[in-house]
């Protein structure tokens, strides 16, 4: 297991993280090449009712799947370094 932070490495990933990773992952497969989501998309889906609550793990997660390989996080249009970035996000898949 790769992990995005030592922060990320200390915490360990939940099941709560995995399936926010697997939610990511499926929701860009369900649009089309270079569309983006935000993270709140993966955290409203997991939880409807308490999607604010999960937030930061849905950003966590997506700053592992870029370490994996599988997604880049966008500011303004551009890709960003996943562990600078501040302000809001976007998720795609890595082209």
């Known amino acids: 297991m790769r992990y995005c932070s030592d922060a990320c490495r200390r915490r ?3 099941d709560v993280d995995a399936a926010l990773e697997r939610r990511i992952l499926d929701l860009l497969a369900h649009r089309a ?3 983006t989501i935000c993270p709140s998309e993966a955290a409203r889906a997991e ?9 930061e793990p ?3 997660a997506a700053r592992r799947l870029v370490d994996a390989g599988e997604v880049e996080i966008t500011q303004k249009g551009s890709v960003v370094d ?6 809001p996000i976007r998720i795609r898949r890595r082209r």
């Open 12 to 14: 360990g990933v939940s």
């Open 33 to 35: 090449g270079g569309a």
């Open 47 to 55: 939880s409807p009712d308490d999607w604010r609550d999960l937030m």
């Open 58 to 60: 849905a950003r966590r």
């Open 82 to 87: 996943p562990s600078t970035a501040r302000g």
